[in-house]
């Protein structure tokens, strides 16, 4: 397996994958997806500044209606919804290149499919759990997501308190767009209540120092002595 830092502007990523080819299809793909994003955006400042939900074109490129469908059903700006989106292009580009295994993970937002057993560490800044578990991915064909936001780890905006908010979904765009909206709501006390009732979602698990929170289907969790060293960083 190969693993590659990759960074284009403010998309910083690690890939991995099984060959070089694999490698430069993701790349490409990832680029791809970039330029048709500044290209909206530069007919559409708006769509970048927005907090909240908006309207796109119809014809508007494909990551562009994914991010904005994404914050339209979190109930968030479509920019929360990026990494995993231009993540989840890389992964298509992969697939459509042959790949039977490619994981990109943009920021902590992460786009994959696999043939094999995966294992994701879980780092949530100070808390007490942070570093010492691993959710344990099986094999799966189609791309599907795991995305994380945090009140107090990276530069991302967050209007909350958690430490890490990973949100687990077929749609990676809507995982993405989901931990943000919920790490700016979900606290220990209004974890049950800020769950969304219909979504794409179908786990999510939360950090707040010591308290754990967990919903939905969720991956296996084992222990594990996660190497801080591996994550994305620019």
Known sequence: MIREHFAYHETITTILGDTEED????????????????????????????????????????????????????????????AAAIAWAGAEAMQDFGASFGLIDNGGDIAFFSDRVV???????????????????????TISGICTSSATVGPSV??????????????????DAWATSLCNRITPETFSEVLPRESALHGVYAVAGDWIGRWGTLPEIRPAKVDTGLITKG
């Open 23 to 82: 490698i430069a299809a993701a790349k490409k793909g990832m680029l791809s997806a970039r330029h048709d994003l500044e290209a909206y955006i530069a007919s559409d400042p708006f769509f970048q500044l927005s907090y909240d939900p908006v309207l796109v074109r119809e014809d508007a490129p494909e990551v562009v209606l994914r991010m904005a469908d994404a914050g339209s059903e979190a109930g968030t700006g479509p920019m929360a919804a990026v």
């Open 119 to 141: 294992s994701v560490g879980i780092h949530a800044g100070t808390a007490p759990s942070s570093d010492k578990f691993a959710f344990v991915l099986p094999p799966q064909k």
């Open 158 to 175: 967050s209007f909350g308190i958690c430490d890490a908010v990973v949100c687990f979904a077929d749609n990676p765009a809507k995982a």
